[in-house]
Each structure stands twice: as structure tokens, then as C-alpha cells.
């Protein structure tokens, strides 16, 4: 079940997004990041913010916000993070499909990603077969922890 | 000459970036944003904030800041702005110089524009000039006021 997130979800919202971040490997985030910044990050900076839950658990969460005021309000952007012990049944496709409805019902015109991390293979490959195509490179954008400097994605669709 | 800005300079630096925020056309700004916001946007929000002067006047400023935060914070993203009357004396050129000379003493591996509005040639041939490359093109991704939605593009160069 995905639906929009409470305030009553902070906590949750936190567990599933804190190891993502400290890793470090896929959101060009501070590894460091206190939680009252990753609240302003995924929640307070965001348009909306949902959460998926399985079992009665927050499982996963994903942001949806304007990518650019003015002339480029019309595309939207999203993140979408999914607990590590979630993963492998399908939650960041399901999240991505969610994610695409609401945005076409708030009237964005498209979606884009705007820091895809060329290592994160399995989400690139979610978001090809939802529609979108690289339409940008940023060369050696991302300083992955094992990797070294990776290149990072530009990803789009329509809506 | 150009220098850090000063809190003395927001009267100046608002009379410049307010005519080219209201007309809507290079930037992805709310036209209708306020004084404070915009001093948010150009100044709370950037690491480094540069006047041009000339004859004691304010004719000019730009922003300096990280693009992207923790493994993408090697790169750095600027916004220039010329007053409409200093415009055709290559202050543009001249503020594009300095900043990448003041991008490699702050460190910064690489320079990217996120917003390039593709009917802005002018400014798009400044920038190639100067060593920047198109590395993406984000289509109808601009609602300009006269042309209706054109695209942006992504440029960016190694410091």
C-alpha cells in the first residue's frame, strides 16, 4: 500500500532513508547528514512525500517535487528509497508507476532525474521500463565511496 | 573589476537580477518572486556571491555553489547576470572567467549549468567559449513567455 506520509511517519521515514544515505553510493547527499536534514531533504523540501507499507511497516518512501520554479514548473522530479529488507519484489517499480499517476494528476507535463549514479544499474534499468530515456550525462559528477568518480544521469519522460 | 559581494550590495545586485526575473525569458525563477526570495536564491543559497563594477556602479553579479551535496560536491554551479545597460561590453565573458579561476581556488573539479535555456544563444555561445560542452538536453523543458515550451540544456567543463 503506498499513500501520502504523516507526520507520524518521521521515524520511519528516517529508518528507511539513514542507511541509504550513509552509505553514500547512490543520492548526492552528505553521508553525514543529521536526520532534522534528511527531514528538510525527502519531506519539507518536497511537494509530496508517500510512503509504502507491507505488514503494517514503512517498507519504502519516495518525494515528488518541482525540478525548477518559474518557466520549468511544469516538470517535476522524484526520489524513491526502498529498505534494504524490502528490495528485490518489485517496490521501486511499484513506487515509480505510483509516482507517474500522481504527478500527471497534480498537472506536471514530465518527470526527470536529475543525478542518476551510472553504478545504480538495477534502478536505471526500473526507470527504462517505466519510460524514461538518458537524455544527459554529467562525467565523473559522482564521487561513488568505492567506485571513485562515476558519471551521473540525466533521466526524463513525459507525462 | 569584480569582488565578493557585500551586504551593502543587495540593493544593487536586486536592481540587476529583478528586470531579468520579471521578464521570465533565462531563468527557471518565479517571475513574480519577491525581493527576499530572490536574495535567498542569488545569495543565502550560494557559497559565493560576485559584483562587476563599473564607474562605482553595480553593473553586474554572479553566484558560486556546489551543484550537488556529498559525493557530487566536487562540482560547482554558477548564474551570471548583466544589467540591461552593460550589456554587449563582454562583462558576461569577463564574469565567466573569474569565476572558473575562483571555482579552481575553492577546489571545485568541474563547472556545470544545470538550466541552459536554448533560446538564451547568447549567453550558450559565451559559455562554449569558454570550454563548456552541451551534455544534455532536457526537451520542452522551459515555458518561455514568447516561444512557448523550448528545451534546456546541461553544460558543464573539467577545472
Redesign the interface.
Known sequence: MIRPAFATDRDAIWKVIKPV?RE?TT?????K?SRQQAMEYWLESSRECYVAEAGGNVVGTYYLRTN????????CNCGYIVSAAARGKGLASQMCKHSLSEARALGY??M?F??V?ETNTGAIAIWERHGFEV???????????DRGLVD?L?M?R?L
Do not use: C, M, T, W
Not at 135 to 145: N, Q
Open positions: 544515505f553514500g543520492y548526492a547527499v552528505d553521508r547528514i525548477h520554479a518559474g518557466g520549468g514548473s511544469h516538470v507535463r514530465a526527470q536529475n543525478f549514479v537524455i544527459g550525462r554529467s562525467p565523473k559528477a559522482f564521487d561513488h565511496p551521473a540525466l526524463h513525459e
